[in-house]
């Protein structure tokens, strides 16, 4: 298993793992975003990035995070936005591999936290997550504009 930041050839490989994630989700992001997002990632200037998880030199997964500052530090915080891995690589150890990095990454560049959200029904990732941090008492509400 690698774990390495995206790069702009891995375009081919990233795109159906980020529809297989927007898919999981229910939801349909178009081919403007999706390559808006993908810009982004690549772009020194946005605050966006990907790791990929690699098994055997094939990318099978992803961790698309966001690096925002906030009022309880003066220290960076990670939202890891995205997470998927592809089907066929589940179990496979790249979902914790990725978590492990992003965590890993911001110890290395004294971050406050990294921090996710997930659905209540997505008891198979709960179970991951469950197992490396105890789940938080918040609860997200949202305004859609």
């Known amino acids: 298993m690698q774990i390495r930041p995206a790069a702009a050839s891995d375009f081919d490989a990233w795109l159906p793992l980020w529809r297989g994630y927007c898919a999981a989700l229910g939801g349909e992001v178009s081919d403007e975003v999706t390559r808006g997002v993908w810009q982004r990632i690549l772009a020194p200037d946005q605050q966006i990035w990907c790791l990929v ?46 978590i492990e990095e992003l965590v890993a990454l911001g110890k290395r560049n004294d971050w406050r936290r990294v921090y996710w959200h997930t659905e209540e029904h997505n008891y198979r990732a709960r179970t991951l997550y469950d197992r490396i941090v105890p789940k938080t008492n918040k609860i997200r509400y949202d305004i859609d504009l």
């Open 53 to 98: 998880a690699c098994i055997d030199g094939k990318p099978v997964g992803i961790a698309v995070y966001v690096l925002h500052l906030h009022t309880w530090s003066l220290k960076t915080v990670c939202y890891l936005e995205d997470l998927f891995v592809a089907p066929e690589a589940r179990g496979s150890g790249a979902a914790r591999a990725l």
